[in-house]
């Protein structure tokens, strides 16, 4: 491994603009290191060395020429293989859409091209990013570069991977449940899922329309903050899509430089702890209050009495939107596509289906189906919006006396691959701290708070922050950051186990 | 296929006849409901497709303003009420034909709602209540290649999604009853009359041959004296003026023939044939689930009170209060203005051929004469003839101040519609101006009155009628451009 893969996104781009280093030399350092690694992560599903060293080249060029670029132009990044990326296949890490190639880009996408980075390739995820350990993926499993033998969350577990084994330095992940924040807690990692409606959704594989969102993944606050400033901002394309404005609009990356948190109140969600969180899991995070606090924060105990419900709220909304979502998925027009020639158009669509889905996507289609159907849509989805809406107001009310809520990111640290295969509700409820922000549609990251003393393995501490204050998050972020940093002597990632680099 | 139908007359003896119109209304918008293809029928296949019709992975809708405008202005003039925020929602079902397997629709909270229109059958005013209005999108159109030419037994299918996400408006109609003896005439009026008011409001071509309005037919039949409404048939494909009266009518002999046997309607899809009968399609006894829910990717449409004030403000005038209010200006014949309604997009043409200062005689002659004419053999509408409106009044006054001969217009017409020009620059190439030049004209009079003495004298004894003979010799000298009246004046002055 070269210092090169090592180095922050925010010294990248500075060294690449300043000509200290070339796109060329840090692409082809990436690659190598994922060449060296990947075997034992499997972090990607699809890279194109060709097409990147390419597009470092352009950028090399330009910067030659003297051109301003912006401040990650030329650096690498890693795309969750939901966004639609022409060229290369995309495919939800479902057999339904194996090697299916979009012929359009998605808006992040384009943001991202047109900030002049780097795409190495796509990575891993559950089957439609429905999953929290990226067991799901029709390709198989990332393995978390912690511990190859656990998982590395989910869904997004192969962008975290590739952050926490230093084969990326950014990444591009989804969260519909905590897709982003999930597996960045357990590898240690940074990752936020921004206000819904900030990141446009279009050319983003739809999972569940009312909650899904786009959102930025690195190594450390300060590179996360640069990346969601290059992804961010209304598009027309989305119409759900909404305008910035107040700091947000003047970007978050300089409230993570400052990081500073006196004064600010920093509300502890009661329900978000206790009873089934892991002992490690809970100390890291009230040592992690406790730093705030030496930096100037209030902390103040907020209860939300709805979130009780928010995992039987969201297994509700979201098979139900997933339902419809994945509709389109019936083997005419594009993708797997299953029956004999003498097969008609329903039994062609039935086999395909049947065929191209894995065991938890259809879960969650016939649950969501359910869900919908005349004579339960009041009792079920009806009541779910019922109490979506009470969950919001839940964060409305603690708002009031609070600037932000913190909480564990998730439960546990990072369990063993095929732990909980077999048990989807154990699965579903590594996302209990997570869901409540999407079902809200507010802005919340992750940033790591220390290894675990029971089982020395990385525990992530989630920030929420209300609509369109995203930009607390990173304030929040950054000092905790910060402090944990300096008290360790380095970060925390330097801990990790340095994976062999011979396959 | 036949039916046992009972004769009309002794259907309204024993039933009163209840029906409901659905009809979708395809507007005329630039671009799609949700993206920027155009909505141009008679394109290549799938050729004004994108990601975003075409259902690919990732791709979103985007609401198209026009279309919701349109929808509005359709509510009002339909005396609905416009709700003040409502939503999209998914109507999911799987079907090639929809590129997503749902469509985005409106469910339970449509646009407009609550109206009723009065349309006039036959000279008496009937009232329409109307449910709601709603927006959609089209499906794609699927042709099936083998068997009968229906997707269950074809050999394969192919699919065209240029018209996938095409804006609709669903107008569906309250049960009308009370209309005995003219529901099918009702059901025609009131088709009529949203033909002619989308026209007035510019929002769709309105032609029902092209599928631009298609119209379900709903009806069923409550024996005289009960309150509760019978089992209802539904006949799709019902796609002109006629077949909606013809098919009210059939349905209710038919359901007449079914109940008077002691049988039982069934609920269910009929399919309109153009023979004049309707064959049963998909059974509804048992509903389908669509599972309705609202859109997530769309955000809610909540219009402003004031811009809808706006609306209501702008609207063009109700397509009944125009026909009844040019019906008496024109000062036609009944019969003649029952004839100008009748065919497609005639009223429209001749009241802009009278406000460019044609007498409505005039515009009627040339309109339903010879402009019909030409339009049927080019098997086009009337306002797709390439003359305008101005142009037709013009060629009329030519006409009435003698310049033009009716046979001389003709040859403008032609010529206009032949792309060489306006009427003046026809004249002029094809040199078509009467002769009124009294010189010219006093020339070839006396060079014919020289080369026949014979008939000269003929007519100096006082048979005038030999003159006739003289006025085509004239006549032909001047290639027929000259007024027959004067040409005769002329001989009759000299011979006296």
Same mark, same amino acid.
């Given at each position: 491994?070269?210092?090169?893969?090592?180095?922050?996104?925010?010294?990248?781009?500075?060294? +690449?603009?300043?000509?200290?280093?070339?796109?060329?030399?840090?692409?082809?350092?990436?690659?190598?290191? +994922?060449?060296?690694?990947?075997?034992?992560?499997?972090?990607?599903?699809?890279?194109?060395?060709?097409?990147?060293?390419?597009?470092?080249?352009?950028?090399?060029?330009?910067?030659?020429?003297?051109?301003?670029?912006?401040?990650?132009?030329?650096?690498?990044?890693?795309?969750?293989?939901?966004?639609?990326?022409?060229?290369?296949?995309?495919?939800?890490?479902?057999?339904?859409?194996?090697?299916?190639?979009?012929?359009?880009?998605?808006? *992040?996408?384009?943001?991202?091209?047109?900030?002049?980075?780097?795409?190495?390739?796509?990575?891993?995820?559950?089957?439609?990013?429905?999953?929290?350990?990226?067991?799901?993926?029709?390709?198989?499993?990332?393995?978390?570069?912690?511990?190859?033998?656990?998982?590395?969350?989910?869904?997004?577990?192969?962008?975290?991977?590739?952050?926490?084994?230093?084969?990326?330095?950014?990444? +591009?992940?989804?969260?519909?449940?905590?897709?982003?924040?999930?597996?960045?807690?357990?590898?240690?990692?940074?990752?936020?899922?921004?206000?819904?409606?900030?990141?446009?959704?279009?050319?983003?594989?739809?999972?569940? $329309?009312?909650?899904?969102?786009?959102?930025?993944?690195?190594?450390?606050?300060?590179?996360?903050?640069?990346?969601?400033?290059?992804?961010?901002?209304?598009?027309?394309?989305?119409?759900?899509?909404?305008?910035?404005?107040?700091?947000?609009?003047?970007?978050?990356?300089?409230?993570?430089?400052?990081?500073?948190?006196?004064?600010?109140?920093?509300?502890?969600?009661?329900?978000?702890?206790?009873?089934?969180?892991?002992?490690?899991?809970?100390?890291?995070?009230?040592?992690?209050?406790?730093?705030? *606090?030496?930096?100037?924060?209030?902390?103040?105990?907020? $209860?939300?009495?709805?979130?009780?419900?928010?995992?039987?709220?969201?297994?509700?909304?979201?098979?139900?939107? *997933?339902?419809?979502?994945?509709?389109?998925?019936?083997?005419?027009?594009?993708?797997?596509?299953?029956?004999?020639?003498?097969?008609?158009?329903?039994?062609?669509?039935?086999?395909?289906?049947?065929?191209?889905?894995?065991?938890?996507?259809?879960?969650?289609?016939?649950?969501?189906?359910?869900?919908? $159907?005349?004579?339960?849509?009041?009792?079920?989805?009806?009541?779910?919006?019922?109490?979506?809406?009470?969950?919001?107001?839940?964060?409305?009310?603690?708002?009031?006396?609070?600037?932000?809520?913190?909480?564990?990111?998730?439960?546990?640290?990072?369990?063993?691959?095929?732990?909980? *295969?077999?048990?989807?509700?154990?699965?579903?409820?590594?996302?209990?701290?997570?869901?409540?922000?999407?079902?809200?549609?507010?802005?919340?990251? $992750?940033?790591?708070?220390?290894?675990?003393?029971?089982?020395?393995?990385?525990?992530?501490?989630?920030?929420?922050?209300?609509?369109?204050?995203?930009?607390?998050?990173?304030?929040?972020?950054?000092?905790?950051?910060?402090?944990?940093?300096?008290?360790?002597?380095?970060?925390?990632?330097?801990?990790?186990?340095?994976?062999?680099?011979?396959? | 296929?036949?039916?046992?139908?009972?004769?009309?007359?002794?259907?309204?003896?024993?039933?009163?006849?209840?029906?409901?119109?659905?009809?979708? /209304?395809?507007?005329?918008?630039?671009?799609?409901?949700?993206?920027?293809?155009?909505?141009?029928?008679?394109?290549?296949?799938?050729?004004?497709?994108?990601?975003?019709?075409?259902?690919? !992975?990732?791709?979103?809708?985007?609401?198209?303003?026009?279309?919701?405008?349109?929808?509005?202005?359709?509510?009002?003039?339909?005396?609905?009420?416009?709700?003040?925020?409502?939503?999209?929602?998914?109507?999911?079902?799987?079907?090639?034909?929809?590129?997503?397997?749902?469509?985005?629709?409106?469910?339970?909270?449509?646009?407009?709602?609550?109206?009723?229109?009065?349309?006039? /059958?036959?000279?008496?005013?009937?009232?329409?209540?109307?449910?709601?209005?709603?927006?959609?999108?089209?499906?794609?159109?699927?042709?099936?290649?083998?068997?009968?030419?229906?997707?269950?037994?074809?050999?394969?299918?192919?699919?065209?999604?240029?018209?996938?996400?095409?804006?609709?408006?669903?107008?569906?109609?309250?049960?009308?009853?009370?209309?005995?003896?003219?529901?099918?005439?009702?059901?025609?009026?009131?088709?009529?009359?949203?033909?002619?008011?989308?026209?007035?409001?510019?929002?769709?071509?309105?032609?029902?041959?092209?599928?631009?309005?298609?119209?379900?037919?709903?009806?069923?039949?409550? !024996?005289?004296?009960?309150?509760?409404?019978?089992?209802?048939?539904?006949?799709?494909?019902?796609?002109?003026?006629?077949? /909606?009266?013809?098919?009210?009518?059939?349905?209710?002999?038919?359901?007449?023939?079914?109940?008077?046997?002691?049988?039982?309607?069934?609920?269910?899809?009929?399919?309109?044939?153009?023979?004049?009968?309707?064959?049963?399609?998909?059974?509804?006894?048992?509903?389908?689930?669509?599972?309705?829910?609202?859109?997530?990717?769309?955000?809610?449409?909540? !219009?402003?009170?004031?811009?809808?004030?706006?609306?209501?403000?702008?609207? !063009?005038?109700?397509?009944?209060?125009?026909?009844?209010?040019?019906?008496?200006?024109?000062?036609?014949?009944?019969?003649?203005?029952?004839?100008?309604?009748?065919?497609?997009?005639?009223?429209?043409?001749?009241?802009?051929?009278?406000?460019?200062?044609?007498?409505?005689?005039?515009?009627?002659?040339?309109?339903?004469?010879?402009?019909?004419?030409?339009?049927?053999?080019?098997?086009?509408?009337?306002?797709?003839?390439?003359?305008?409106?101005?142009?037709?009044?013009?060629?009329?006054?030519?006409?009435?101040?003698?310049?033009?001969?009716?046979?001389?217009?003709? @040859?403008?017409?032609?010529?206009?519609?032949?792309?060489?020009?306006?009427?003046?620059?026809?004249?002029?190439?094809?040199?078509?101006?009467?002769?009124?030049?009294?010189?010219?004209?006093?020339?070839?009079?006396?060079?014919?009155?020289?080369?026949?003495?014979?008939?000269?004298?003929?007519?100096?004894?006082?048979?005038?009628?030999?003159?006739?003979?003289?006025?085509?010799?004239?006549?032909?000298?001047?290639?027929?451009?000259?007024?027959?009246?004067?040409?005769?004046?002329?001989?009759? @002055?000299?011979?006296?």
């Amino acid at each position: 491994m070269t210092e090169l893969t090592r180095l922050d996104a925010a010294e990248l781009g500075r060294r +690449i603009a300043s000509r200290e280093v070339s796109s060329r030399e840090v692409t082809a350092a990436c690659f190598d290191r +994922i060449e060296a690694v990947d075997g034992a992560v499997r972090a990607f599903l699809t890279t194109d060395r060709e097409r990147a060293l390419q597009a470092a080249d352009a950028i090399d060029t330009r910067i030659a020429a003297g051109e301003k670029l912006g401040p990650l132009a030329g650096v690498p990044i890693a795309v969750k293989d939901l966004l639609c990326y022409q060229g290369l296949p995309t495919t939800a890490s479902s057999r339904i859409l194996e090697g299916w190639m979009p012929p359009y880009n998605s808006t *992040v996408v384009e943001r991202l091209l047109d900030a002049g980075l780097v795409i190495l390739g796509k990575t891993n995820l559950d089957e439609f990013a429905l999953g929290s350990s990226t067991e799901t993926s029709a390709f198989g499993p990332t393995h978390n570069p912690w511990a190859l033998d656990r998982i590395p969350g989910g869904s997004g577990g192969g962008s975290a991977a590739a952050l926490a084994s230093f084969e990326a330095p950014l990444a +591009i992940g989804t969260d519909t449940g905590g897709s982003i924040r999930q597996p960045a807690a357990v590898t240690g990692t940074v990752g936020v899922k921004p206000t819904y409606g900030a990141v446009s959704r279009y050319g983003i594989i739809a999972v569940a $329309s009312s909650l899904d969102q786009a959102g930025p993944c690195a190594r450390n606050v300060y590179d996360t903050a640069l990346l969601h400033d290059v992804i961010v901002g209304r598009d027309p394309r989305d119409g759900t899509s909404v305008e910035l404005s107040g700091t947000q609009a003047v970007g978050v990356a300089d409230m993570a430089r400052r990081a500073d948190v006196k004064g600010l109140r920093i509300g502890v969600v009661k329900e978000l702890g206790g009873e089934g969180y892991q002992p490690g899991v809970e100390q890291r995070f009230r040592e992690a209050v406790q730093v705030l *606090v030496q930096a100037g924060a209030e902390v103040v105990e907020v $209860s939300c009495p709805h979130f009780v419900h928010s995992l039987a709220t969201y297994y509700l909304i979201m098979p139900a939107e *997933v339902s419809s979502n994945l509709s389109r998925y019936d083997g005419m027009r594009y993708g797997l596509r299953k029956g004999g020639p003498d097969a008609t158009t329903e039994q062609v669509m039935r086999a395909s289906r049947g065929a191209g889905f894995g065991a938890e996507a259809k879960r969650r289609i016939i649950l969501g189906t359910y869900a919908l $159907s005349a004579g339960y849509y009041d009792a079920y989805y009806g009541s779910a919006q019922k109490m979506r809406t009470l969950i919001a107001r839940d964060f409305a009310v603690a708002y009031e006396v609070c600037d932000v809520l913190v909480s564990p990111t998730t439960p546990t640290t990072a369990f063993k691959l095929g732990e909980k *295969v077999d048990d989807p509700l154990a699965m579903y409820m590594s996302d209990l701290c997570t869901i409540p922000v999407n079902l809200a549609g507010i802005a919340a990251g $992750s940033v790591p708070c220390g290894l675990s003393p029971d089982d020395g393995l990385p525990v992530g501490f989630q920030i929420i922050a209300p609509a369109l204050q995203d930009a607390r998050v990173y304030q929040v972020a950054a000092a905790l950051e910060a402090a944990l940093d300096t008290q360790r002597g380095h970060p925390l990632l330097d801990d990790a186990p340095a994976l062999g680099e011979a396959r | 296929m036949m039916n046992d139908l009972m004769d009309f007359d002794e259907v309204l003896a024993r039933f009163e006849p209840v029906i409901g119109l659905e009809v979708h /209304v395809e507007l005329s918008t630039a671009s799609k409901m949700w993206c920027g293809c155009s909505t141009t029928a008679g394109a290549e296949p799938n050729t004004h497709v994108c990601p975003v019709c075409l259902g690919l !992975p990732g791709s979103l809708p985007v609401v198209n303003q026009s279309a919701i405008e349109a929808a509005i202005r359709i509510g009002l003039m339909l005396n609905c009420s416009i709700a003040s925020w409502c939503r999209f929602a998914r109507k999911n079902y799987f079907y090639p034909d929809m590129t997503k397997d749902y469509q985005i629709s409106q469910y339970d909270e449509p646009i407009a709602f609550d109206g009723t229109v009065t349309i006039d /059958v036959g000279g008496e005013p009937f009232t329409v209540p109307i449910e709601r209005a709603h927006m959609e999108e089209d499906a794609g159109k699927l042709t099936h290649i083998g068997g009968s030419g229906r997707i269950q037994d074809a050999d394969y299918s192919l699919a065209d999604y240029n018209r996938a996400g095409v804006p609709l408006i669903e107008i569906v109609t309250k049960p009308v009853t009370g209309a005995g003896a003219r529901a099918p005439e009702v059901a025609r009026a009131y088709m009529e009359f949203l033909r002619d008011a989308v026209k007035a409001l510019g929002v769709s071509d309105a032609r029902l041959e092209r599928g631009n309005m298609r119209c379900d037919v709903n009806v069923s039949l409550m !024996p005289i004296g009960s309150e509760v409404l019978g089992t209802r048939s539904e006949t799709k494909n019902v796609n002109s003026l006629r077949t /909606v009266e013809e098919s009210v009518r059939y349905e209710m002999r038919r359901q007449g023939a079914i109940l008077a046997a002691g049988g039982r309607v069934k609920q269910e899809t009929r399919h309109w044939n153009e023979a004049g009968y309707t064959t049963p399609g998909r059974s509804k006894e048992e509903a389908e689930d669509y599972r309705y829910f609202p859109e997530p990717d769309l955000v809610p449409v909540a !219009p402003d009170a004031a811009w809808v004030e706006q609306l209501r403000e702008s609207l !063009p005038e109700n397509p009944v209060s125009r026909r009844s209010r040019l019906r008496a200006a024109w000062g036609l014949a009944d019969r003649e203005f029952d004839d100008v309604v009748g065919v497609d997009g005639a009223l429209d043409l001749i009241d802009a051929t009278v406000a460019a200062g044609a007498s409505p005689a005039g515009a009627r002659k040339w309109w339903m004469g010879e402009l019909a004419r030409r339009a049927n053999e080019q098997g086009c509408g009337l306002d797709e003839l390439t003359i305008t409106p101005k142009q037709v009044a013009e060629i009329q006054d030519l006409v009435e101040t003698g310049a033009l001969t009716d046979r001389l217009a003709r @040859e403008v017409f032609d010529g206009v519609l032949g792309g060489e020009g306006t009427p003046a620059q026809v004249i002029e190439a094809r040199g078509l101006a009467v002769v009124s030049d009294d010189g010219a004209l006093a020339e070839a009079v006396q060079a014919v009155l020289a080369a026949n003495p014979d008939i000269v004298a003929k007519i100096r004894d006082g048979k005038t009628a030999a003159a006739g003979a003289l006025i085509g010799q004239v006549m032909g000298r001047l290639q027929g451009k000259a007024d027959a009246a004067r040409v005769r004046e002329l001989i009759m @002055e000299a011979c006296a």
